[in-house]
């Protein structure tokens, strides 16, 4: 079956016979793409998992920008000891939702045997970050730096509608490289890839039906805290 879902300028890297870890030469060091990692069963477990915690202990938030207060084009919500919030004081790990109060709900397993699989790191991750992208929902280039351990890798689940991911380098504004992802797929940035400018710029709207209310659910594993030596 051809693989579906690229978009031009990452075409010409992928071939059906690496199908299950695609790696590219011109993507940054550390970059991994693995298309429908997680299959339909998989995935409609992961958006029960989602469910199960938005209508429960961690209902959708809109974060906001610090200093300026304008609202994230994604609303978002926690799996794990720590989430990640925006507001108009700064971005932080906190370990409780910052309306209700109370903890985030557990990672679940799918995810946690996702980051022991993919990424081999001798600790697990301490915080998933659920953003949900409504119709015209993005995300701008940025890199993700409140972590205290920037040395861990980045996780990254898609559900539901495509979207086109793109990475660029260290340095913002740099020549950029676009991936269609779609639901199931995993990317994984690690080494130099963890501290690449990325982004999403568009979302194929109505492209899925996973998502009954619509739209692309994005889960992003990450550790915070440094790891221990002696605790290994
Ligand atoms: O939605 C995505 O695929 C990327 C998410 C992301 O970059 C982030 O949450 O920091």
């Known amino acids: 079956m051809p693989l579906q879902g690229f978009d031009c300028d990452s075409l010409q890297f992928f071939t059906p016979q690496c199908k299950n870890t695609l790696m590219t030469t011109s993507f940054p060091k550390g970059f991994r793409y693995k298309p429908e990692y997680f299959d339909k069963t998989a995935q409609i477990a992961l958006l029960a998992a989602v469910t199960d915690a938005v209508r429960g202990p961690a209902p959708f938030f809109q974060g906001k920008m610090p200093r300026t207060g304008q609202p994230l084009s994604v609303v978002g919500s926690n799996f794990g000891p720590l989430g990640w919030v ?3 004081t700064g971005y932080r790990y906190d370990k409780v939702h910052p309306k209700t109060g109370k903890p985030w709900p557990p990672l ?11 990424t081999g790191y001798p600790a697990p991750p301490e915080a998933c970050l659920i953003n949900w992208y409504r119709e015209g929902a993005t995300m701008g280039m940025h890199v ?6 920037l040395g861990a890798p980045i996780v ?18 740099g020549k950029t490289h676009s991936l269609k992802v779609s639901s199931g797929d ?11 400018y990325h982004g999403v710029d568009k979302i194929f709207h109505g492209q899925s039906t996973l998502v009954p209310q619509g739209g692309r659910i994005n889960l992003t594993l990450r550790r915070v805290h440094k790891v221990d030596p002696r605790a290994l």
């Open 86 to 88: 925006a507001d108009i």
């Open 144 to 149: 993700d730096a409140d972590e205290h351990n």
């Open 186 to 196: 995993v990317v994984i940035m690690s080494g130099a890839a963890r501290a690449c």
């Open 108 to 118: 679940p397993d799918l995810l946690l045997n996702l980051w022991n699989d993919v």
């Open 156 to 173: 990254s689940v898609s559900l539901g509608d495509p979207a086109r991911f793109r990475i660029g380098g260290p340095k913002r504004g």
